[in-house]
Nanobody
């Protein structure tokens, strides 16, 4: 059984940075396609970024492209999301997700593609 554990989020000011991590257990992260999703009150869960199992290819939502970077350190079984130039609209609960399937990029943005989820961590961007 795969378990995902996100690091604590936090409160940051607009324009600042924050890094989230997602540690995997029960299966090596190198065998997983992993992603980040977020959800704010009254909104559906939305795709943020993902990294493909086979080649580590990253995939980003347009809203975060150029500001967020997803990465994976297989030796640590950990995935990271570096978030720079944060905006108020980035405030949400962020979820780590994983699947053993090596999806095409188009499928990596769909929440239903993922089998395992973390508990979520709150990120609030406010002055």
């Amino acid at each position: 059984q795969v378990q995902l554990l996100e690091s604590a989020g936090g409160l940051v000011q607009p324009g600042n940075s924050l890094r989230l991590s997602c540690a995997t257990s029960g299966r090596a992260s190198s065998t997983l396609t992993m992603g980040w999703f977020r959800q704010s009150p009254g909104k559906e869960r939305e795709f943020v970024a993902a990294i493909r199992r086979s080649d580590g290819h990253p995939y980003y939502a347009n809203s975060v492209k150029g500001r967020f970077t997803i990465s994976r350190v297989n030796a640590e079984n950990t995935m990271y999301l570096q978030m720079n130039n944060l905006k108020a609209d980035d405030s949400a609960v962020y979820y780590c997700a994983a699947t053993g399937v090596n999806y095409a990029l188009s499928a990596m943005s769909r929440a239903e593609s993922y089998d395992y989820w973390g508990q979520g961590t709150q990120v609030t961007v406010s002055s």
